[in-house]
T-cell receptor
Framework: KAGVTQTPRYLIKTRGQQVTLSCSPI?????VSWYQQTPGQGLQFLFE???????NKGNFPGRFSGRQFSNSRSEMNVSTLELGDSALYLC?????????????FGPGTRLTVL | GQNIDQPTEMTATEGAIVQINCTYQ??????LFWYQQHAGEAPTFLSY????GLEEKGRFSSFLSRSKGYSYLLLKELQMKDSASYLC?????????????FGKGTKLSVKP
């Protein structure tokens, strides 16, 4: 079974631009969560999608948004990029049919904002 | 608010035992996870505790006390490849298990 894939793996943008990151979950997984990882703050929850609906949202500004498609693939978008948005963005998928909701992480997209 | 604390760094010797502690204060609790993350890689699942007590899985064990808001990860027979960051995470915030609140991680260095 293929793991979680994320594209692109690396991205360089400048302040003020916007960016879209993509995540393909493990086949059969319907829940996709997004996290931001920085050296100072660690891993922080952005949002969770299940069956095309946002189920939870973390404490991030409205510049961060996401969506999920009918095939469970998910995208997140960051508009008006700031230097502080430089981070590793991780996507995780899970299957609620399990006894617990183990999340499987993708390799991440490393975003650098100049 | 949500707060998960764990030591920033630890050092241990190959072959030894190390215990990484985690304390948490969160609204909502459906379980506690431990993940391992090697530098430059994605986190990988190590263990899950939802009931009080010890869960053992090979060289790794994890303990939970819900009343104390406390967990630890125990690594036995340390190997060089165990050098990594260990992340404690609580699920259940907002009533869902699909989001995790993470501690900032403990960077473990295993020395020969």
């Amino acid at each position: 079974k293929a793991g979680v894939t994320q594209t692109p793996r690396y991205l360089i943008k400048t302040r003020g631009q916007q960016v879209t990151l993509s995540c393909s979950p493990i086949s059969g997984h319907r829940s996709v969560s997004w996290y931001q990882q920085t050296p100072g703050q660690g891993l922080q929850f952005l949002f969770e999608y299940f069956s095309e609906t946002q189920r939870n949202k973390g404490n991030f500004p409205g510049r961060f948004s996401g969506r999920q498609f009918s095939n469970s693939r998910s995208e997140m978008n960051v508009s008006t990029l700031e230097l502080g948005d430089s981070a590793l963005y991780l996507c995780a998928s899970s299957s609620p049919s399990g006894s617990y909701n183990e999340q499987f992480f993708g390799p991440g997209t490393r975003l650098t904002v100049l | 608010g949500q707060n998960i604390d764990q030591p920033t760094e630890m050092t241990a010797t190959e072959g030894a035992i190390v215990q990484i502690n985690c304390t948490y204060q969160t609204s909502g609790f459906n379980g506690l996870f431990w993940y391992q993350q090697h530098a430059g890689e994605a986190p990988t699942f190590l263990s899950y505790n939802v009931l009080d007590g010890l869960e053992e899985k090979g060289r790794f064990s994890s303990f939970l006390s819900r009343s104390k808001g406390y967990s630890y990860l125990l690594l036995k027979e340390l190997q060089m490849k165990d050098s990594a960051s260990y992340l404690c995470a609580v699920s259940g915030y907002g009533g869902s298990q699909g989001n995790l609140i993470f501690g900032k991680g403990t960077k473990l260095s295993v020395k020969p």
